[in-house]
């Protein structure tokens, strides 16, 4: 008798455990769902790469966190962020409706807790595109669903580049974000996983390794406990 394991990404996010004999039995395995964080100083790169891999897989979809910032050009309520204001948000977080708020650049973030533990549950895998201090609440809540990476930039002259050619800020504005990058930066010993974001296809590449490999891990396949127990009574 013969087994063999195929990891597979379609959107029920299961695992096929195919036992090959005469009759082609197939035994199906859930899996629990895990939050994938990225992390990184303002223009490292970490939203694009945030953008490319919701493209290429879907089973991971992106946690859309509750915001007091004015929404920007082009930005889109429920999709880009939730924007609220203050009181609204304040409100979340007494009502303990958020998995992990802070406060960036004079305003609030918060990541909504239902949906993400719905989503886990499901076996669906979830994506935080949040700073330092989001990873470290999250972190005290939920670590064994956590996978954390830092993404950092080549170099201080690339990641100001970078700043410049969003065009997005003030020079004001990219001078206390290339200020604050200094501080982030000195917390990438908490994450699981760095990646200096030199070519930015090479980086996406990794992170798609990264999480196929933690897909892959023994605590999240759920029911191989019994599923070996029958194989050992030769079922």
Not at 11 to 30: F, S
Not at 62 to 82: F, Q, W
Not at 130 to 142: N, P, R, S
Not at 180 to 204: G, K, L, P, Q
Request: net charge neutral; proline share 3%.
């Amino acid at each position: 008798m013969d087994f063999r394991i195929f990891a597979l990404t379609d959107r029920k996010c299961r695992i096929i455990i195919m036992k090959i004999n005469a009759d082609q039995e197939w035994t199906e395995m859930t899996r629990r769902g895990l939050m994938l964080i990225l992390s990184s100083p303002s223009g490292a790169g970490k939203t694009s790469i945030s953008r490319e891999l919701l493209e290429r897989d879907r089973n991971i979809s992106l946690s859309i966190s509750a915001t007091t910032r004015p929404r920007r050009p082009g930005e889109v309520d429920g999709e880009d962020y939730i924007f609220v204001d203050k009181t609204t948000f304040d409100l979340m977080v007494n009502r303990q409706e958020l998995l992990e708020h802070a406060k960036v650049f004079d305003h609030y973030y918060g990541s909504p807790r239902k949906p993400v533990e719905k989503t886990l549950a499901s076996g669906h895998d979830v994506l935080f595109d949040i700073d330092w201090q989001g990873t470290q609440q999250l972190a005290e809540k939920a670590r064994g669903d956590l996978v954390s990476i830092f993404i950092l930039p080549p170099s201080t002259a690339e990641l100001d580049r970078r700043l410049h050619s969003r065009a997005q800020d003030s020079e004001v504005v990219i001078a206390e974000r290339m200020a604050r990058a200094e501080n982030e930066m000195t917390h990438w010993s908490e994450y699981d996983y760095v990646i200096i974001n030199i070519s930015f296809e090479e980086s996406v590449r990794k992170v798609q390794n990264i999480l196929n490999a933690e897909r892959m891990k023994r605590p999240r396949l759920l029911g191989i406990s019994d599923f070996v127990t029958r194989l050992r009574q030769g079922h």
